[in-house]
């Protein structure tokens, strides 16, 4: 099973500040997604990438996945109070396949 | 509709019980989805069944038992659980495709006495 690392762990910032997370692997993976829950909900879906090299925005947030597809980041800007929660990194085991694993997790809060 | 229905939301069973999580969804996906997540840990693969046949199975105690009646609906029958696995239950569902997108319904809390 391939392992997704992510960094930091733990984040606690203020308001207004820049964040980045990473997402690294030493595999390939067909597709990443970001995903972010909140306590007691389920993950909610922010983004996917496929391609090698791709960056996607989304409002304040800018997703990057890495040239070689084994790493991604997530980078906040102006972070905001309603930015805090779990941020989940998620690759697609293998080609055409239904296996999504779930990286370690970075638990964000922003201070107001 | 948009939305992956997991029944209940909360769960206290003691460890001779016998009870179901249920999970429904109206989107068409062909391929759905049990996770289980302890607190502060990301969720972790249990079970995937893809057109209504399993196709995953993460070596998971046979303590828990999957069934998928059709292609809308996802339970998971629960018998002589230990208290360790107590954790949030989650359901997804997906179209199947390689671009993922993983569908989570709210999770359902359970509790082993």
């Known amino acids: 099973t391939q392992l997704l690392e992510q960094s930091p762990q733990f984040l606690s910032i203020q308001e207004g500040e820049n964040l980045t997370v990473y997402c690294n692997s030493s595999s390939v993976f067909s597709s990443l997604q970001w995903y972010r829950q909140e306590p007691g909900e389920g993950p909610v879906l922010l983004v996917t990438v496929v391609t090698g090299g791709e960056v996607k925005k989304l409002k304040r947030l800018t997703f990057q996945f890495g040239d070689a597809r084994k790493d991604s980041s997530l980078h906040i800007t102006a972070a905001q109070p309603g930015d805090t929660g779990l941020y989940l990194c998620a690759g697609a085991e293998g080609w055409g396949t239904y296996k999504y694993i779930f990286g370690t997790g970075t638990r964000l809060k922003v201070l107001a | 509709d948009t939305e992956v229905t997991q029944t209940p939301k909360h769960l206290v069973m003691g460890m001779t019980n016998k009870k179901s999580l249920k999970c429904e969804q109206h989107m068409g996906h062909r391929a759905m989805y049990w996770y289980k997540q302890k607190a502060k840990k990301p969720p972790e693969l249990m079970f995937v069944y893809s057109y209504e046949k399993l196709s995953i199975n993460e070596s998971v105690p046979s303590r828990f038992s999957p069934e998928c009646p059709n ?26 495709s390689f671009t993922g997108e993983l569908f989570f319904g709210e999770g359902s809390r359970l509790t082993v006495l």
């Open chain 2, 71 to 96: 292609s809308s609906l996802l339970n998971l029958h629960l018998h002589a659980l230990q208290p360790e696995d107590s954790a949030l239950y989650l359901c997804a569902s997906s179209q199947g």
